[in-house]
């Protein structure tokens, strides 16, 4: 039987997931950066993971519309 799935070069993979990676780690910086600016209160990370997660991608469509 044939297999009907686009095979995506182990390259193409491996970026993909070092840029997810990446984005991660900003986002993860930047929850860290708002956790700090509001005094360290805990049991808020969701809502600063959020925050920062918004502030990223409007950042990041901001420079890809540039």
């Excluded at 502030?55 to 990041?60: C, G, L, T, V």
Aim: zero cysteines; proline letters at 2%; hydrophobic letters at 35%.
């Amino acid at each position: 039987m044939l297999d009907t799935k686009k095979a995506r070069p182990a390259a193409a993979g491996k970026r993909a997931n070092k840029d997810e990676g990446a984005l991660r780690d900003t986002i993860a910086r930047k929850a860290y950066e708002i956790y700090e600016e509001r005094g360290r209160e805990h049991g808020k990370d969701f809502e600063h993971w959020l925050e920062a997660e918004t502030i990223i991608m409007a950042e990041m469509r901001k420079l890809n519309n540039s």
